[in-house]
């Protein structure tokens, strides 16, 4: 999510099939129940498993615009390359060798919990990305939460 900095959808695979990609969308669809006239970009690289049919095909069906940068640009999705580069560097390089996917996946969930409740983020006020998102929909609907 670029507005809040939280990571809505995430997998774990030794591969770069289709399969993993559509399980973190569907999670992120789930998670957000997005309307079909929410007007949702997803940015992404030129992954082979980000334009394929099916893909590209459920996008579509959400109502989400697929944005793929230029090869070579990570521009579109600077976001999600920084996430990835920090991901790698705090759990990837830094806890492993790695036994199995198992211990890479609860790893992962460690970590995304971690980054969306308790990282603290500059550009959204010096708050975590769950907090961040909670203060945009509280001023939504015009209710107070203590500090």
Avoid: C
């Avoid at 289709?18 to 669809?29: G, I, K, N």
């Amino acid at each position: 999510d670029v507005f809040a900095r939280r990571i809505v959808g995430w997998r774990v695979s030794s591969s770069a099939r289709t399969d993993f990609v559509l399980d973190a969308l569907e999670q992120a669809l789930y998670e957000r129940q997005p309307a079909q006239q929410d007007g949702l970009i997803h940015h992404s690289d030129r992954g082979v498993q980000y334009v394929s049919i099916r893909y590209t095909d459920r996008l579509v069906e959400a109502g989400i615009e697929p944005s793929v940068g230029s090869v070579g640009d990570s521009y579109d999705n600077a976001l999600a390359e920084t996430i990835n580069g920090l991901y790698k560097a705090e759990v990837i390089h830094r806890l492993g060798p790695w036994r199995n996917l198992q211990a890479v996946e609860m790893a992962t969930l460690e970590w995304v919990d971690w980054f969306n409740n308790r990282r603290l983020f500059g550009p959204i006020g010096n708050i975590p990305p769950a907090e961040a998102e909670a203060a945009y929909y509280a001023n939504l609907t015009g209710s107070v939460t203590a500090a």
